[in-house]
């Protein structure tokens, strides 16, 4: 009951266009979402987060949208950059634990 | 921001020799963290480690495993001895507490058993 699930595997849109990149959940006990973006060869940095008594969090371009009740949510990148081309991960957690649960990844390209 | 480094980058070994993975946290950061990821897949909680001891490890964790931060240099990632199905990158995260602080990861090491 552990798994956080990710689609697509892989995303390509237009530069300028809304990425949405998907994430679901089975444990109802988790109750924080980070999501990370990684570069080739780099470690996965933080990128913005939200917690599940919140149902959206806004943090410039980048937008996390929650449904709790359909243990759902999803990241909306606005005005797509090809500086955002990265692999995004969904990772969810319990507030008072610090180890993370991860999703496969979602292979995000901008087309300019 | 903060940086987390990782000593070495890469690493090839022959099955049952051991090998040490390092890491660098943020400093003054007090929980460590090992993840690690095989190709192709998502990353998977190995172990995490505060004030001297190991908080939580994962089932992936297997006795061959064994972590410390001696006198508060490295925090360090042993496998001895090594399995071929130990080839995987390697993360290492530090944050400032535990719980929903910020985890800050460093590049990984890829290591690799023949």
């Known amino acids: 009951q552990q798994q956080v699930r990710q689609s697509p595997q892989s995303l390509t849109v237009w530069e300028g266009e809304t990425a949405i990149l998907n994430c679901s959940y089975e444990?109802?006990?988790?109750?924080?979402f980070p999501w990370y973006q990684q570069f080739p060869g780099e470690g996965p940095a933080l990128l913005i987060s939200?917690?599940?008594?919140?149902d959206k969090k806004e943090d410039g371009r980048f937008t996390i949208f929650f449904n709790k009740r359909e243990k759902k949510l999803s990241l909306h990148i606005a005005d797509s950059q090809p500086g955002d081309s990265a692999t995004y991960f969904c990772?969810?957690?319990?507030?008072?634990?610090?180890?993370?649960?991860f999703g496969q990844g979602t292979k995000l390209s901008i087309k300019p | 921001g903060p940086k987390v480094l990782q000593i070495p980058s890469h690493q090839i070994i022959d099955m049952g020799q051991m090998v040490t993975l390092n890491c660098d946290p943020v400093?003054?950061?007090?929980?460590f963290y090992w993840y690690k990821q095989i190709l192709g897949q998502q990353m998977e909680f190995l172990v995490n480690?505060?004030?001297?001891?190991?908080?939580?490890k994962s089932k992936l964790f297997k006795d061959q495993f064994s972590v410390e931060r001696p006198d508060g240099s490295y925090f360090t990632l042993k496998i001895q001895p090594t399995a071929l199905e130990d080839s995987a990158v390697y993360f290492c995260?530090?944050?400032?507490?535990?719980?929903?602080?910020?985890?800050?990861f460093g590049p990984g090491t890829r290591l690799l058993v023949l």
């Open positions: 444990n109802s006990a988790f109750d924080y």
């Open positions: 939200i917690l599940s008594v919140s």
């Open positions: 480690f505060y004030n001297g001891k190991v908080m939580e």
């Open positions: 995260a530090s944050s400032g507490t535990g719980g929903s602080d910020t985890q800050y």
């Open positions: 990772a969810a957690s319990w507030y008072n634990q610090g180890k993370l649960i």
């Open positions: 400093s003054n950061h007090l929980y």
